[in-house]
């Protein structure tokens, strides 16, 4: 069976809660984190600046106080015996880390995405992210010879925080088989899917933003995925209407 992929336009916590429990072999997520706010203000990243010139100002943050929800539900609608990757900045990880314990998580350890060349920052120039490794119950990893250090150039010019493709394909082979479901409630442009899919993986994704699932529906098809059912979104907060799909029915699927 070719590679699907559904996609809906949505707050990640409330379609989580919208998915059955167990339909999800694996997570990987990359939330927008409170943490780049302060950054903004010291200068130390230019990812939300407000600026028309640049490609900012794209989407809000995803406030600290939200990760007890959102780890529970993560917890919820992943299977029996699954792994959840949460790609977090330095200052973050020290926060998820004991909530995502507290809501059932065994957490592993920290991978590191090396991004091969420095970036900003005045305390050491970053050029690392941390990807928190989580079990749910007991999962063995596809191949034990894998280091912990992940090396793939950052994306330059693609959507704000857009994470590599190949980074994500070593979690995807990792911790999931071909036919199985993935999934990330913060898609952004789709990165993650693509891996999925291009492992030949199912995918479902959410994000806040029309535009984001836009960019990640295309890349979707592009990397030869086709999307399950689709209908119109009511958005209540911003009164947006946009285009989405259904992702229930996962066990069919999966
Ligand atoms: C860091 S970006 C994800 C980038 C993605 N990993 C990629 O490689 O392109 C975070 C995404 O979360 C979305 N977002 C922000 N708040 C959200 C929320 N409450 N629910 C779902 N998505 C949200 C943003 O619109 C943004 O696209």
Redesign the pocket.
């Known amino acids: 069976m070719a590679p699907t992929f559904g996609l809906c336009c949505?707050?990640?916590?409330g379609?989580l809660a919208r998915l059955p429990a167990g339909s999800v072999d694996l997570v990987i997520t990359?939330?927008?984190y409170e943490s780049l706010e302060k950054h903004r203000s010291v200068g130390t990243t230019t990812r939300l600046k407000h600026s028309k010139a640049s490609s900012n100002d794209?989407?809000?943050?995803?406030p600290n106080v939200r990760f007890a929800n959102l780890f529970a539900q993560v917890y919820r609608v992943l299977k029996r015996d699954a792994h959840f990757y949460l790609?977090t900045d330095p200052e973050t990880m020290f926060v998820a880390k004991p909530i995502a314990e507290s809501v059932g998580f065994k957490f592993w350890k920290p991978l590191i995405w090396d991004k091969k060349w420095i970036g900003m920052g005045y305390h050491y120039r970053a050029r690392y992210e941390a990807i928190l490794f989580f079990e749910k119950g007991r999962r063995r990893l596809a191949n034990l010879g894998v280091p912990d250090i992940i090396e793939a150039p950052r994306v330059h010019r693609?959507?704000?925080?857009?994470?590599p493709v190949a980074v994500a394909s070593v979690l995807v082979g990792q911790s999931s088989c071909p036919g199985n479901v993935v999934a990330?409630?913060?898609?952004?442009?789709?990165?993650?899917g693509v891996a999925a899919v291009a492992g030949g993986r199912h995918f479902v994704g959410?994000?806040?933003?029309p535009e984001?699932i836009r960019i990640a529906r295309e890349r979707l098809e592009s990397a030869g995925a086709r999307e399950r059912e689709t209908l119109v979104l009511h958005l209540p907060e911003s009164g947006a209407r946009a285009v989405g799909s259904v992702a229930f029915g996962l066990d069919e699927i999966g």
């Open positions: 949505e707050d990640a916590v379609w990359d939330p927008p794209w989407f809000s943050v995803f790609f693609g959507y704000p925080t857009e994470k990330d409630p913060f898609v952004g442009s789709g990165a993650f959410a994000d806040i933003k984001a």
